[in-house]
């Protein structure tokens, strides 16, 4: 039965410590099939958003599900710092050797307690390993401990530090494309303020970006649950926005630099098809048309009374849903996945930015009559 134990624990601490440092050191996506925090965030996330389906109110909803990023993590280091523990405990009761002044070999929940001191290097000294592969693996644990402990508290910092980056970049966003955000919008207040030429430069930050996305998403998977600071903005919306944009055009707009634009596209496309390989979200059409006729038109009419020279044919219109075939698909499946809303391609309505939502501006004098009716002429 201890032999048992002894190999119990082994199993243990190694599937632990390769897990972290999969999760933690490694800087490239995993490969195996089995993974523990994979299995343990798709677990708690299949929990966690149905347990959030269950409320009626949209904010309250999408608070809870804002908190599962940051809580999931917290608890995924316990986890581990338990099955460590538990790990040693196993070691420790196989050795049948007495602790302190008993002369009975200990019990199995005292070698835990004993294990969880050493571990967070307490060291009470009430019960203590008396033998000497009990002390070796007394100093094992403590420095095993140690040098974990050290590990997860540098974790944090890197990963809030990702987290900033993708939320600096979404937030410029709201300014440009509205909140959310579409790619008519983009192109329509572009094309308003005559302003066509800064296009190159805006894709140019988009790509870095998307590769950052990429970069960062693929070492670390638990960034994709943590959401953006405003309810209707978020790491997807900000990918299918800069795809759509890209999208129209490549098939619509004439006289642009075609290349920064399918470089942009490309890497936007290659984080939306791997972050869905991560995720294992399998392709899928979108339950709503993000482009209706309707706006679809309606677009190009306000694009061709701007000085953007744009093909409203039957072919560009085509090419469009070629492009758009080439990633809606992993965008679809992503988002039903977190539960976030795909915004349009374009929208008939009239886009509100968040800055000129703040409730302070219905109580600050003079800031109450800001006309908002039409946010685009603020930039034209």
């Known amino acids: 039965m201890r032999i048992v134990a002894t190999a119990i624990g082994i199993a243990i601490m190694f599937l632990v410590l390769l897990d972290a440092f999969e999760a933690m050191v490694l800087p490239r996506r995993a490969t195996r099939k089995f993974r523990p925090a994979r299995f343990y965030y798709r677990s708690l996330w299949t929990v966690w958003e149905k347990i959030a389906a269950l409320i009626k109110r949209r904010g309250l909803r999408t608070h809870i599900l804002s908190i599962f990023g940051p809580l999931s993590l917290l608890g995924l280091f316990v986890l581990w710092v338990v099955a460590l523990i538990f790990s040693f405990s196993l070691f420790q009761w196989s050795l049948a050797e007495p602790m302190g002044s008993q002369t009975s070999p200990p019990s199995l929940s005292a070698c835990v307690y004993v294990s969880g001191q050493t571990f967070f290097t307490l060291g009470y000294g009430d019960l203590a390993p008396t033998g000497s592969f009990g002390r070796f693996l007394s100093v094992l644990e403590s420095g095993m401990g140690f040098g974990f402990m050290a590990v997860i508290i540098g974790y944090l910092p890197v990963l809030y530090q990702a987290f900033s980056r993708r939320e600096r970049t979404i937030s410029l966003l709201d300014a440009r494309a509205g909140s959310p955000p579409t790619a008519g919008e983009i192109l329509s207040r572009l094309a308003k303020a005559g302003a066509l030429s800064e296009i190159n430069n805006m894709l140019w930050e988009w790509e870095s970006w998307s590769a950052d996305l990429l970069e960062s998403q693929l070492s670390f998977p638990v960034l994709a649950y943590y959401r953006s600071q ?20 490549l098939a619509n707009v004439v006289d642009i630099n075609r290349h920064q634009v399918q470089i942009t596209f490309a890497i936007a496309r290659h984080a939306a098809v791997d972050s869905a390989l991560i995720f294992k979200t399998p392709p899928r059409e979108p339950l709503q048309d993000r482009l209706p006729e309707g706006c679809y038109s309606k677009l190009m009419e306000s694009l061709s009374g701007s000085s953007l020279h744009v093909d409203i044919s039957d072919a560009s219109a085509a090419r469009l849903k070629e492009l758009r075939v080439m990633y809606e698909p992993f965008l679809a499946a992503l988002a039903d996945y977190f539960k976030f809303e795909l915004p349009p391609i374009a929208s008939g309505e009239v886009a509100i930015d968040n800055w000129q939502r703040s409730a302070w501006q219905q109580r600050a004098p003079g800031i109450g009559s800001l006309p908002i009716a039409n946010p685009g002429d603020h930039f034209s």
Do not use: V
Request: with cysteine; charged share 10%; hydrophobic share 50%.
């Open 230 to 249: 405003h309810d209707n903005q978020s790491w997807l919306a900000g990918l299918a926005t800069i795809l759509d944009t890209c999208a129209l055009l």
